[in-house]
């Protein structure tokens, strides 16, 4: 089961058989229970958009505007999730124009700073790669963000771990987690 952080409100993410086949339903939140419904049969492409879709939902719903039409927000997830699926890089630079010393953690500020440190050499050794830096040392080294994600999650907790983007030219991006 997958959780998604919505404002304040850690929802379940689940995938159910035959939501409401009468109401032609994709997706259902549950905000109560804090559980976002998405139907199993969907293709990913479009579960992700739904995905989004019930996400918004909760963000308005948190921030109390739940007169939203449904037409809006099927707009806005569809051009959201475009945007999203035909920028993969979007994740990393959002988060690289952040600004970072105000959300890392101390072990994850050590790990960026032997990091930045070693830019240089790593980006030459692993130009492409995505490298998981875990207590101030390279401890894997993959071809995509969620390889790279998946390995890390198998040995240390989100904040415990930094996963960087070697890009050509001694530039990375950073991925918080």
């Given at each position: 089961?997958?959780?998604?952080?919505?404002?304040s409100c850690d929802y379940d993410v689940i995938e159910?058989?035959?939501?409401?086949?009468?109401?032609?339903?994709?997706?259902?939140?549950?905000?109560?229970?804090?559980?976002?419904?998405?139907?199993?049969?969907?293709?990913?492409?479009?579960?992700?958009?739904?995905?989004?879709?019930?996400?918004?939902?909760?963000?308005?719903?948190?921030?109390?505007?739940?007169?939203?039409?449904?037409?809006?927000?099927?707009?806005?997830?569809?051009?959201?999730?475009?945007v999203l699926r035909d920028n993969p890089d979007f994740?990393?630079?959002?988060?690289?124009?952040?600004?970072?010393?105000?959300?890392?953690?101390?072990?994850?500020?050590?790990?960026?700073?032997?990091?930045?440190?070693?830019?240089?050499?790593?980006?030459?050794?692993?130009?492409?790669?995505?490298?998981?830096?875990?207590?101030?040392?390279?401890?894997?080294?993959?071809?995509?963000?969620?390889?790279?994600?998946?390995?890390?999650?198998?040995?240390?907790?989100?904040?415990?771990?930094?996963?960087?983007?070697?890009?050509?030219?001694?530039?990375?991006?950073?991925?918080?987690?």
């Amino acid at each position: 089961m997958e959780k998604i952080r919505i404002l304040s409100c850690d929802y379940d993410v689940i995938e159910v058989d035959h939501l409401s086949r009468s109401e032609h339903l994709m997706g259902q939140v549950d905000y109560v229970e804090q559980v976002i419904k998405l139907e199993r049969d969907l293709k990913d492409d479009r579960k992700a958009e739904v995905l989004l879709h019930e996400v918004l939902h909760c963000v308005f719903f948190s921030l109390g505007d739940n007169d939203l039409e449904e037409a809006f927000l099927s707009r806005l997830s569809a051009a959201l999730a475009q945007v999203l699926r035909d920028n993969p890089d979007f994740t990393g630079l959002f988060l690289r124009l952040r600004k970072l010393g105000d959300s890392l953690s101390p072990v994850q500020q050590r790990n960026y700073h032997w990091f930045k440190k070693n830019l240089n050499d790593l980006c030459l050794n692993h130009g492409g790669d995505y490298l998981i830096i875990y207590k101030e040392s390279v401890r894997g080294v993959y071809p995509t963000h969620d390889e790279a994600f998946e390995a890390a999650i198998r040995f240390a907790k989100p904040g415990e771990f930094l996963i960087q983007h070697c890009i050509a030219e001694g530039e990375e991006t950073v991925f918080i987690l």
